[in-house]
């Protein structure tokens, strides 16, 4: 009886001492491949990080490239009579702008 | 937006008439779009990254596998269709009537990618792999299906934009806007397919 009771009370420690641990264990336990989740983090992060920049930037740089086109084929108009400076000052618009 | 007190001016859209224009709006207002739809699909494959470096076995145990062959073949389907729309851009800038037969064929190979998705679902759900049955399952739904709901956007919008030209009342800006969506589609594919099926 006496040796049941210490079986009972040792069951009952290592449940005190051992359960909660698996019970607050990660949903996502990695198993023993945390080089590889944590490399899976680093990698996202990264990505996450730097894709919102480069896609930003790329958008800027596309804008900004058929800018520079309407640009250089509105001075390489520019030298006919319709679009000279005097036309093309008299043609603009007063108001302009927006 | 204008850079220059002399006209005529540049600006960034709305261009009025007369006066050239950096970007449409649709276009500017799909690229926008666009953007955040990348950010999306980021995020879902980079925890899909995640949960796969973390599993102790992958694929999960007793979960079918992908059909990766048939789906390489599927790719092929949308990688032509995007070339498809590609064609029809170029047309209709020589010639507006020539542009009809790659949109045409450009939204049926859409349509068998997306019939073919659906057969796949099917014959993936037959043999056990649902949205409940393990993480794969749950992410390739989840991924795989929000693509395919783009596709299914995307090809209404083609289908639209085929029916505008039919009529003669597309412009270039809406077949670029239709076009700018439809080449996201088919670029955002073969990255789902490298991490999911690969």
Redesign the interface.
Known sequence: MRLARAALGAGVSAAILFLPRAGMACAVCTAGRDDESNAAFLVSTIFLSLLPLVALGTFVYVLWRRFQKLEQSREGSSHSPRLSPQGAAAAEPSGAGS | ???RA?????R?IAA?HGE????SNGVLGM?LFV?TE??LF??MI??F????????VWPPPGQPRLPVEETAINTLALFASGLCVYLAQRRFAVSRPSARTPLALAIVLASIFVVFQGYEWVSMIAQGLTLTSSALGSFFYLIVGMHALHVVAALAMMIQTWRRHARGWLHPSQLATTAVFWYFVVGAWPIIYWRVYL
């Open positions: 937006m204008t850079t002399t006209s005529p001016q540049i960034l009025e050239p224009k950096v970007i690229l953007l990348i950010m980021a995020g980079s925890v990254n995640i949960v796969r470096a973390s599993a102790a």
